[in-house]
């Protein structure tokens, strides 16, 4: 027979599943519209070693969301913009300023986090490198000469040196005789290394964490005889102000409870999945931090100036 305290505690146990039941049905509401989804990535290093650094963290997000999620590594930075555009990215990295560019051309899309480096801040630099053994030693130097850059949209590879160099009264495409895109900052170094270009533009975020050290430590940069090249063989010639490291970032019209969930992901990774974590920066990195577009706020104005010197010429 049902008495009161029998009824009383079933609508207890209501009230306390209910919740909990509303959580999971909105769950499978979005997973039935996302069975699947899609992490893009720019091509910062070359397709092997993008891949190997980037499919621990899919293994670790597919397990944090419940749907598989598949790594796109793209061929250039603009097709992670386009494939955001077309929603068939939901999730994506970003360079500031490829995200900027995706932003300004009207890709609704919101920052998530971006890295947290050894250097205890979330950003980097945009550096120009030369050979320690050439005659190089300003920007003045390489008049004349060719510069590797990376991507129209990457950041450190060309919007930043432009950008600054301006600043400091030097036209990029009147300084140098020849600047051509290498597609990655491992073809941009390795083109100075191999002696078709004299100068190349990269990222680095410390005397010990740079894509040149990266690369170093994988024994990717030789001499012509074959022997590794050391950090020493190269010199800098310029370096940019800070620039805010780019974000992870998501479609802004995925449902608000998977846009939860996936930055609950990121902000638990460093810790819940280390490995993968660490295999996104080969362990330089502390943390990832909360972002908002205001944070890249400069990074939109750096590149309307670019647009509009650019138009100038």
């Given amino acids: 027979m049902l008495n009161r305290r029998t009824l009383v505690g079933a609508a207890l146990l209501a009230l306390a599943a209910g919740p909990a039941l509303a959580q999971n049905s909105s769950a499978q509401d979005w997973k039935a519209k996302y069975p699947e989804l899609t992490l893009g990535v720019i091509p910062a290093e070359n397709a092997s070693g993008t891949v190997d650094r980037w499919t621990p963290l899919t293994a670790c997000l597919t397990k944090a969301l419940g ?14 913009i386009e494939g955001q555009r077309a929603g068939n990215i ?19 899309i919101e920052p998530v986090v971006n890295q947290k480096h050894e250097t205890g801040v979330s950003g980097y630099y945009s550096v120009i490198y030369v050979k320690a053994d050439s005659p190089y030693k300003t920007i003045e130097d390489l008049k004349g000469k060719s510069l590797a850059l990376v991507d129209p949209n990457s950041t450190s590879g060309n919007q930043a040196p432009r950008f600054f160099l301006h600043k400091a009264g030097h036209d990029v495409d009147k300084v140098f005789g020849k600047t051509f ?4 900052h491992e073809n941009a170094v390795l083109a100075l290394a191999q002696g078709t270009a004299d100068a190349a533009a990269n990222f680095w975020n410390s005397d010990t964490d740079s894509n ?31 620039l805010p490291e780019g ?8 449902p608000d409870d998977l846009k939860t969930t996936i930055r609950q992901a990121f902000v638990d990774l460093p810790t819940k999945d280390k490995a993968a974590f660490d295999k996104l920066s080969d362990g330089k990195d502390l943390d990832l931090t909360p972002v908002t577009l205001k944070d890249y706020q400069p990074i939109i104005e750096m590149l309307r100036h670019n647009d509009e010197q650019r138009k100038r010429s």
């Avoid at 040149?212 to 190269?234: E, H, I, Y």
């Avoid at 974000?247 to 995925?254: E, I, K, R, T, Y």
């Fill in 247 to 254: 974000p992870f970032a998501v479609l802004a019209n995925l």
């Fill in 67 to 80: 749907v598989p999620v598949k790594l796109r590594v793209a061929n250039d930075y603009a097709a992670v």
């Fill in 212 to 242: 040149l050290t990266r690369m170093l430590t994988k024994g990717m940069v030789k001499n012509a005889d074959g022997t590794p090249m050391k950090q020493s063989d190269f010199r800098i010639v310029f370096k940019s102000e800070f």
């Fill in 181 to 184: 895109y290498a597609g990655s």
């Fill in 90 to 108: 939901q999730i994506a990295f970003y360079g500031p300023a490829s995200f900027a560019r995706a932003v300004i051309t009207g890709v609704k």
